[in-house]
């Protein structure tokens, strides 16, 4: 599904991403560990085009994204990837299933069918009685799953998540974690992972560590999965 090529990215003389290169295959569920600093989340926005790298090429489904237009880009984003980050960045002033539904708006898509399938979305991910709560009325891990629901609601072929635990209590974390591979039994969901929790990272299929900007090792984990 996703194939990274010899990624290099520098900020001016600093040199954050150093020739790496990876895969994801479909279903899969791989984490990202290593210290501050080490060129993770850099690493995630280039995988995921937020950013765009010195050098290297990223394929998505076959797409050579950084070969698209601005754009086209935007739209590719929209439609095949979903982003979680650490702060769940709801808008406070629209309820959760409003929040799930914005990036349906965002493609113009009718008001009463996106909220349908916002409803949905948040079913699956335990929130059913939740709907109409604004973000301020709901947990730290009731925001998260909004924020998830709402990464999922365009069902796009991977999801992006950078540190999606790392403000949540032990309980809340291993709950979400949990939810990921709930997501990829139901859903055949594809994730690319980042966190500093490497036991939660033993949940995943595969965990990468990254030091000084490249990749140092690869762990594979034995995850009993089933076959979708």
């Given at each position: 599904m996703?194939?990274?090529?010899?990624l290099?990215?520098?900020?001016?003389?600093l040199?954050?991403?150093?020739?790496?290169?990876l895969?994801v295959?479909?279903?899969?569920?791989?984490?990202?560990v290593?210290?501050?600093?080490?060129?993770?989340?850099?690493?995630?926005h280039l995988?995921g085009?937020?950013?765009?790298?010195?050098?290297?090429?990223?394929?998505?489904?076959?797409?050579d994204?950084f070969k698209?237009?601005?754009k086209k880009q935007?739209?590719?984003?929209?439609?095949?990837?979903g982003?979680?980050?650490?702060?769940h960045?709801?808008?406070p002033e629209?309820?959760?299933?409003?929040?799930?539904?914005?990036?349906?708006?965002?493609?113009?898509?009718?008001?009463?069918?996106?909220?349908?399938?916002?409803?949905?979305?948040?079913?699956?991910?335990?929130?059913?009685?939740?709907?109409?709560?604004k973000?301020?009325?709901l947990?730290g891990?009731?925001?998260?799953r909004?924020?998830?629901?709402?990464?999922?609601?365009?069902k796009p072929s991977l999801?992006?998540?950078d540190?999606?635990?790392?403000?949540?209590?032990s309980?809340?974390?291993?709950?979400?974690?949990?939810l990921?591979?709930d997501?990829?039994?139901?859903?055949?969901?594809?994730?690319?992972m980042?966190?500093?929790?490497e036991?939660?990272?033993?949940?995943?299929?595969?965990?990468?560590?990254?030091?000084d900007?490249?990749?140092?090792s690869?762990?594979?984990?034995?995850?009993?999965?089933?076959?979708?």
């Open positions: 996703l194939t990274a090529k010899s290099f990215k520098n900020y001016g003389s040199s954050v991403v150093k020739d790496v290169s895969h295959n479909e279903g899969e569920i791989i984490s990202i290593g210290a501050s600093g080490a060129g993770k989340s850099t690493l995630l995988l085009a937020l950013d765009k790298p010195d050098r290297g090429s990223v394929l998505i489904n076959n797409t994204i698209l237009s601005s935007a739209q590719f984003r929209n439609k095949n990837l982003f979680v980050f650490q702060f960045h709801l808008l629209f309820t959760a299933v409003e929040n799930v539904s914005m990036p349906l708006w965002i493609n113009k898509e009718g008001k009463k069918e996106a909220m349908m399938k916002a409803e949905k979305m948040l079913e699956v991910v335990g929130l059913s009685g939740r709907l109409n709560n973000p301020s009325e947990s891990g009731e925001q998260q909004v924020a998830i629901a709402r990464a999922l609601i365009n999801i992006m998540a540190e999606p635990t790392g403000n949540l209590d309980a809340n974390a291993q709950a979400i974690h949990q990921f591979l997501l990829r039994e139901q859903m055949g969901q594809t994730f690319v980042i966190t500093h929790n036991e939660l990272a033993g949940m995943t299929d595969r965990t990468l560590t990254m030091k900007g490249r990749i140092v690869e762990q594979i984990h034995a995850i009993e999965k089933t076959t979708i």
